[in-house]
T-cell receptor
Framework: SAVISQKPSRDICQRGTSLTIQCQVD?????MFWYRQQPGQSLTLIAT?????????ESGFVIDKFPISRPNLTFSTLTVSNMSPEDSSIYLC?????????FGQGTRLTVV | KNQVEQSPQSLIILEGKNCTLQ??????????LRWYKQDTGRGPVSLTI???SENTKSNGRYTATLDADTKQSSLHITASQLSDSASYIC????????????WGAGTKLIIKP
C-alpha cells in the first residue's frame, strides 16, 4: 500500500498559536482524510479532502479551526488554529487506495 | 445505530502464548471488516480486511475470523512476541458508504517476557 510521510512527528505549542501538519504520499491518492485521537480514545474523523475541492468536515469540526489544503493528489495539510490545551491530541492523516485505508505515523501535539 | 464493540478492553499475556481478541458490530448494511494494529503514538497499520463472504484471513501470526450472521469477528495471535504489544482496533465499513469507517475502541495488548 501507499506510504505517507507525516510531519512534524510531535510538537509542543503555546496556546493561541497555530500549527500546520503536512502529509506527503508516495503515490497519487484520490481521497485523503484527517483524524484526531485523544489519549486513550479511538480515532475521530475530522474531515475528508479530495484534490481541488473543499474539505468535508464532520460534525463538531469547522473549517475556521481546522483548515485543510489539498493542492494535488499526493499532498495535504491540516492546520490547528488558535490552539488551546483541549487540542492536545494525536493527529493522523491518511488516504484511500482501492479499498485500503492507510495512515501516516501521526503528529503528537501538546498545547501548553 | 452503527457501533463496533471490542473485548477485552485490555489484556496481558506472557510472551509465546496465544490470545484471541473479540469484536461485535451492529453496522448495517455491512461491507467489510478490518483489523488494525496501532503501536503507542503511531498510526494504525492494517492487518486484515474481510468482506461478507470471507470467514477467515491470515497475515503471518495473525488470523482473523468473521461470522457475518452473528456479526462477530475475532483476531487470534499465535506465539506472541514482545513486538505484538499494541492496541488492536476493529473497524467496520458500512455497505452504503464507500469511505466511512466505524471504529471500535480497541484492545490494548501487553506482552510480558
Amino acid at each position: 500500500s501507499a506510504v505517507i510521510s507525516q510531519k512534524p512527528s510531535r510538537d509542543i505549542c503555546q496556546r493561541g498559536t497555530s500549527l500546520t501538519i503536512q502529509c506527503q504520499v508516495d503515490s497519487q491518492v484520490t481521497m485523503m482524510f484527517w483524524y484526531r485521537q485523544q489519549p486513550g480514545q479511538s480515532l475521530t474523523l475530522i474531515a475528508t479532502a479530495n484534490q481541488g475541492s473543499e474539505a468535508t468536515y464532520e460534525s463538531g469540526f469547522v473549517i475556521d479551526k481546522f483548515p485543510i489544503s489539498r493542492p494535488n493528489l499526493t499532498f495535504s495539510t491540516l492546520t490547528v488554529s488558535n490552539m488551546s490545551p483541549e487540542d492536545s491530541s494525536i493527529y493522523l492523516c491518511g488516504g484511500w487506495q482501492n479499498t485500503e485505508a492507510f495512515f501516516g505515523q501521526g503528529t503528537r501535539l501538546t498545547v501548553v | 445505530k452503527n457501533q463496533v464493540e471490542q473485548s477485552p478492553q485490555s489484556l496481558i499475556i506472557l510472551e509465546g502464548k496465544n490470545c484471541t481478541l473479540q469484536c461485535n458490530y451492529t453496522v448495517s448494511p455491512f461491507s467489510n471488516l478490518r483489523w488494525y494494529k496501532q503501536d503507542t503514538g503511531r498510526g494504525p497499520v492494517s492487518l486484515t480486511i474481510m468482506t461478507f463472504s470471507e470467514n477467515t484471513k491470515s497475515n503471518g501470526r495473525y488470523t482473523a475470523t468473521l461470522d457475518a450472521d452473528t456479526k462477530q469477528s475475532s483476531l487470534h495471535i499465535t506465539a506472541s512476541q514482545l513486538s505484538d504489544s499494541a492496541s488492536y482496533i476493529c473497524v467496520v465499513s458500512p455497505g452504503n458508504s464507500n469511505y466511512q469507517l466505524i471504529w471500535g475502541a480497541g484492545t490494548k495488548l501487553i506482552i510480558k517476557p
